[in-house]
């Protein structure tokens, strides 16, 4: 039996009773009275983690300019610390962050029916004046609200691959030098310090996407680093680990490796599909293969990433999660919110903003207009997809 979250928290309260701690028994997320759980969720796309594609960054810079083209994080934040200064950057970032993504988008994810968010951050914020803070008010405005939390590190020291939503794109330089891995390490023991006690932070994802190691054995001895200096800490929180797109078959059994509390991760998108009925069919066609190694392997698997664009609509997202769910695989959406220059996005998010996006422009806006334009990035100003939270979160 799926355990369901209760979700009737009275609005306005400051604190709530801590959710049940989750731990992994078999291939299952289970609560402290051994109920499945399965996690339903979104991603928080674009908030700690500037993707230039589904927000409304200016990318180019003027002719002649030598300030470097916005692709990523990295270069957005530098190019208005070289215009304005560090201080207005800061000021500029802060808004952003304040706006973004806001205590009301929490309440707006527990009532469509998801009990859980996955929150992507760079390493960085995890040493900036004030980053950790910030990590905390997302935790307190989950619990508030019911919806563990899981907490994905999307970028890595040096880069875990050469693109551009590890923070700087074209690095990927956490395999090939000591003091990346050191790094990586010391972010995970601060992390765990400051959230393992806590339920609400259920998993710790512990790298986004890290296609970038030269092989399997790279992949995961880093991973093994990382998992021993968080269970130093504490054997509490669940921990997660990516296949990096090499294959769940090249990753350790959990036993062999001597990881606890541990669980599997994939990202599945399919940009070759020319239809609907190609991402269900491709999902049909995979998923008995996945489920047998899972069940060999004994241990959870969680769909981090998912989505059907191009080619979505509700229903067929339905059907994906049915099959997702129908194997007991939790998931969550990528995104919760897009707001491109081009216009809407499909269903690249739940919401999405209905038309051309005003360009917030590091290139040539001053410090007042820049937040002035990103105090019009909140949900309220956009549209949310019609069916698309119901396809995922109604019950069969």
Do not use: C
């Amino acid at each position: 039996m799926t355990l369901p979250i209760l979700l009737g928290l009275a609005l306005g309260a400051s604190e709530a009773a801590p959710l049940p701690r989750l731990r992994v028994e078999g291939p299952n997320f289970v609560d402290p009275a051994g109920r499945k759980v399965i996690l339903r969720g979104v991603n928080l796309g674009g908030w700690f983690v500037e993707e230039i594609w589904m927000t409304p960054f200016a990318e180019n810079p003027p002719e002649g300019s030598d300030l470097p083209k916005v692709r990523d994080s990295k270069t957005l934040w530098e190019v208005v610390s070289r215009r304005l200064g560090n201080e207005a950057m800061v000021r500029v970032r802060n808004a952003w962050r304040d706006n973004w993504i806001t205590a009301e988008d929490f309440r707006r994810i527990a009532q469509r029916g998801f009990n859980h968010v996955r929150l992507p951050i760079l390493w960085t914020l995890a040493e900036e004046p004030g980053g950790m803070d910030r990590i905390r008010q997302a935790v307190r405005w989950a619990a508030q609200n019911r919806l563990y939390v899981v907490l994905d590190l999307h970028g890595a020291p040096g880069g875990q691959s050469m693109d551009h939503h590890t923070g700087e794109e074209g690095r990927n330089r956490l395999w090939f030098e000591t003091a990346n891995i050191d790094k990586l390490v010391r972010t995970w023991e601060r992390l765990a310090d400051a959230f393992a006690d806590d339920p609400t932070v259920a998993v710790f994802n512990l790298m986004n996407e890290p296609m970038g190691a030269p092989n399997p054995a790279m992949l995961h001895l880093v991973h093994d680093r990382v998992i021993r200096a968080i269970r130093a800490k504490s054997p509490l929180p669940i921990v997660l680990f990516e296949d990096g797109y090499k294959g769940l078959e090249t990753t350790p059994h959990l036993d062999l490796a001597g990881w606890t509390n541990a669980a599997y991760s994939i990202h599945t998108y399919n940009f070759d599909a020319k239809k609907e009925s190609d991402h269900i069919e491709r999902l049909r066609a995979q998923a008995p293969r996945l489920a047998e190694l899972m069940g060999y392997r004994n241990a959870p698997l969680y769909i981090g990433e998912f989505n059907l664009e191009p080619h979505s609509s509700p229903a067929a997202t339905r059907e994906v999660v049915l099959e997702f769910e129908r194997h007991g695989w939790s998931w969550a959406l990528w995104t919760y919110k897009t707001m491109a220059k081009g216009g809407p996005m499909g269903q690249w998010g739940l919401f999405s903003f209905p038309g051309p996006a005003e360009a917030v422009d590091p290139f040539r806006d001053s410090e007042a207009d820049m937040i002035r334009k990103i105090r019009a990035v909140r949900t309220e100003s956009m549209r949310e997809v019609p069916g698309l939270a119901e396809a995922l979160t109604r019950r069969p």
